[in-house]
């Protein structure tokens, strides 16, 4: 960092009892050799080797807090970017690595874009090729959109990976956001809610450009934390799987009212939204966990927020229906079987599960005649 002037991008590291990994992702970050990017780590109160790992490094660009308790993810993601300076901030989780020459060209286009950007989103690599999709053909090396409506859709309607794997779930990486684009203490009204990436990056989108590449930004590495499998980090264990997921669209569903007042892009968000319920609406019939009404009331009681016009609609009936078709059948067992001239029990039987469910039972009984020998003799 030259003289008193902030850096251009700080990379934002929250971490809990994660000491091994996270000396990997800071010996090879701090290798990057720039002064324009410094490198906040911030403590949730680990109780593992952390504070001796960061330590350990000698580097002026590292800054770091260690938490007296351990505050949780969402406000420890936060006060992390709170305690950073760059113009610029880019999340990242504490087992993934920086990649040096996406790093530097983040920093070049911050540098040679003349108003700036509000979110810039890229892809991320995987040493295991669980990520294996290239998108190059989509939005090649880079692509800008027009703050609001045109940042919104693009987002939201050209495939790329951090759309699939990040919006709606919990992935922490892969953007890079405006420090004056985001509203951090808006945000805290979402804690326990959904996650506040969605939060940060809608806020992002709806006043700036966005900036999609293709490049990826951080190799994503797989850690499987030590945590109690029965306890939810929202809800602890008093919630169902499916319910959490209903309460948490509710928040998203409040979070769009809110913030996305172009009436387009408000569609396109709420269009998602009614696969998501009509997805998790036949999930929950599948499962057996709730009945289809036990889930709607739960969905539409307005505890949190009214959602009637995604979950009462006729494009929520007639996905539904159409989940209700797809979601059990074993696709990639079925291509197996049926690329080796063999077309297996299971798909056979799973079918018969779906004329059960679709069909009036006395045209199910007639089929059933027909269905059941060829499946016994699968």
Not at 18 to 32: E, G, I, K, M, P
Not at 145 to 150: L, S
Not at 163 to 175: C, S, V
Not at 318 to 342: D, E, H, I, M
């Amino acid at each position: 960092m030259t003289g008193s002037s902030p850096p251009k991008l700080s990379i934002c590291i929250p971490t809990y009892n994660n000491a091994d990994n996270l000396h990997d992702v800071l010996t090879h970050a701090l290798s990057f050799e720039s002064d324009d990017v410094e490198f906040v780590v911030g403590n949730d109160g680990s109780v593992d080797a952390t504070d001796e790992v960061v330590q350990g490094f000698d580097d002026d660009r590292l800054l770091y807090y260690e938490n007296e308790s351990n505050l949780g993810f969402e406000p420890n993601l936060l006060k992390v970017i709170e305690q950073s300076n760059g113009e610029y901030v880019l999340p990242m989780a504490d087992e993934d690595l920086l990649i040096h020459d996406t790093t530097r060209w983040i920093l070049d286009t911050i540098t040679e874009s003349e108003s700036g950007f509000g979110c810039l989103i890229g892809s991320y690599g995987d040493e295991s090729e669980w990520n294996n999709s290239n998108w190059d053909d989509v939005v090649g090396d880079e692509e800008w959109f027009d703050p609001g409506r045109e940042s919104l859709c693009g987002f939201l309607d050209i495939p790329h990976p951090y759309a699939e794997h990040t919006w709606r779930r919990n992935y922490l990486g892969g953007f890079v956001l405006n420090r004056d684009r985001i509203d951090l203490n808006r945000a805290e009204d979402f804690y326990g809610c959904i996650y506040l990436h969605d939060v940060l990056i809608l806020q992002s989108l709806v006043s700036d450009c966005l900036v999609l590449t293709s490049r990826d930004i951080c190799n994503y590495h797989y850690y499987e934390y030590d945590v109690d499998e029965n306890e939810h980090r929202y809800w602890g264990n008093s919630w169902s799987e499916i319910e959490r997921r209903v309460r948490m669209q509710k928040y998203r569903i409040k979070l769009i009212d809110e913030m996305i007042s172009d009436p387009v892009a408000r569609e396109r968000f709420l269009k998602k939204e009614q696969h998501f319920a009509a997805n998790v609406a036949a999930w929950a019939i599948y499962s057996n966990e709730h009945s289809f009404s036990e889930i709607r009331a739960l969905a539409l009681n307005e505890d949190v927020y009214e959602v009637s016009s995604v979950w009462a609609s006729l494009d929520f009936w007639r996905l539904t229906l159409r989940y209700l078709a797809v979601l059990p059948l074993p696709f990639s067992r079925l291509k197996t079987n049926l690329s080796s001239g063999y077309l297996g029990k299971d798909a056979l039987t799973v079918w018969n599960q779906v004329a059960k469910r679709a069909l009036p039972d006395s045209v199910y009984t007639r089929l059933k005649k027909r269905i059941a020998p060829v499946v016994t003799r699968s």
